[in-house]
């Protein structure tokens, strides 16, 4: 069965896992030279090589022969390729809102860097109110302190047969992508996780936090499950407003994002009025306060769990060094050709240095 691990460079070359030992063992630190194609006219192995400009337009690559011996043709990376972003478009749920409101930090070439280094900065000065304008008011200077976020390597790992890939290249068949598509779901769940996720990564001097998590986050009291019986719609109301206030009360104002666990879903769609003088669900009745703007689902997020967050860049950003790939590596002397989905791609919870957060969590 697939699933998806975690690795880690250090800033001393130290590596942690199979994968970060490999690349950091063979100065692999470019994500081209570990996608090598051969050419089925002349059998000669090529890399892909960056060569300046426009990074999405084509003509901004080419290809240059290596001595290492490759096992795809270039259009069977194509198909693994495809593979892998048509899954990376399903059911992202919480990645996928970070991605569609732009809160998306890109920082380049992620497999250069192992660590994201970022500040904050205290609040100073102050105005005072004269009549001669000559009174000095308080001097004050901001405090920045430095902070450190790990991006660590995603990656599933999948092999491909080569008498499979012999048979379809004779039989003139696509190569079939079912493994890679599997890899990439798997890699797209652990991503997913790390935002609803009770578990910390730490790695470099820096953590990596969840919504559930963050030593900042605004925790609200769930005093009756949603899909307790006896619950009403209106306390209901009550508990997302409730969580709207403690999020006012640390200066976050907004817009916001619901997500709810699972047996909350069809609570949503219930009558908001059971006497049948509204036709409007929970979930409409919810939706029409002020600065919400969805109500989404998240199978793995805990039970009786409400996770409401500001959908601004000083609370949560993605940031991201490097978007869905696959690679080719080479163990026990060339004989076992091995295939990753790797990303370097990492969640990451803000606070201002007084600890005022856009998180809010309902929970018992």
């Known amino acids: 069965m697939l699933k998806a691990n975690m690795d880690f460079i250090g800033q001393n070359g130290a590596a942690q896992g199979e994968m970060a030992a490999y690349m950091a063992a063979n100065g692999k630190l470019d994500v081209h030279s570990m996608r090598p194609f051969v050419d089925p006219q002349t059998g000669l192995s090529h890399i892909t090589v960056f060569t300046g400009g426009d990074p999405a337009n084509p003509k901004s690559y080419r290809a240059i022969p290596i001595q290492t011996n490759a096992t795809l043709r270039r259009d069977e990376w194509k198909l693994l390729d495809d593979a892998v972003l048509g899954i990376s478009e399903n059911r992202l749920g919480g990645v996928q809102d970070l991605i569609t409101a732009g809160l998306v930090y890109n920082i380049g070439s992620g497999m250069n860097s192992t ?43 999948y092999e491909i047969n080569a008498r499979v890939l012999a048979a379809s290249r004779n039989m003139g068949n696509p190569l079939d992508t079912t493994l ?20 910390e990564y730490a790695f470099g001097g820096g953590t990596i936090y969840s919504y559930l998590n963050h030593p900042d986050i605004n925790a609200v009291t769930l005093a009756q499950n949603w899909d307790a019986s006896g619950k009403t719609a209106a306390e209901i109301l009550a508990d997302v407003i409730a969580m709207k206030a403690a999020s006012i009360a640390k200066f976050h104002f907004g817009p916001w994002q619901m997500y709810i666990p699972t047996a909350y879903e069809t609570v949503m769609d219930e009558d908001y009025d059971t006497a049948g003088t509204s036709t409007q669900t929970i979930r409409e009745r919810i939706l029409r306060i002020d600065g919400i703007n969805g109500i989404k689902v998240v199978d793995t997020l805990t039970a009786n769990t409400v996770v409401m967050v500001q959908m601004t860049s000083d609370v949560v950003r993605l940031v991201r060094g490097m978007g869905l790939q696959n690679v080719e590596w080479q163990t026990e002397g060339k004989m076992i050709t091995k295939y990753k989905v790797m990303t370097i791609q990492v969640p990451q919870i803000r606070s201002d240095q007084e600890g005022n957060g856009g998180v809010v969590v309902l929970s018992v």
């Open 115 to 157: 660590v994201l280094e970022w500040h904050d900065v205290s609040d100073a000065l102050t105005a005072e109110l004269t009549m001669d304008g000559v009174t000095r008011a308080p001097g004050d200077r901001p405090v920045y302190t430095t902070n450190y976020l790990p991006l660590p390597i995603i990656h599933a790992d």
């Open 180 to 199: 890679a598509e599997r890899a990439a779901r798997k890699v797209n769940e652990k991503l997913e996780n790390m935002l609803f996720t009770d578990i």
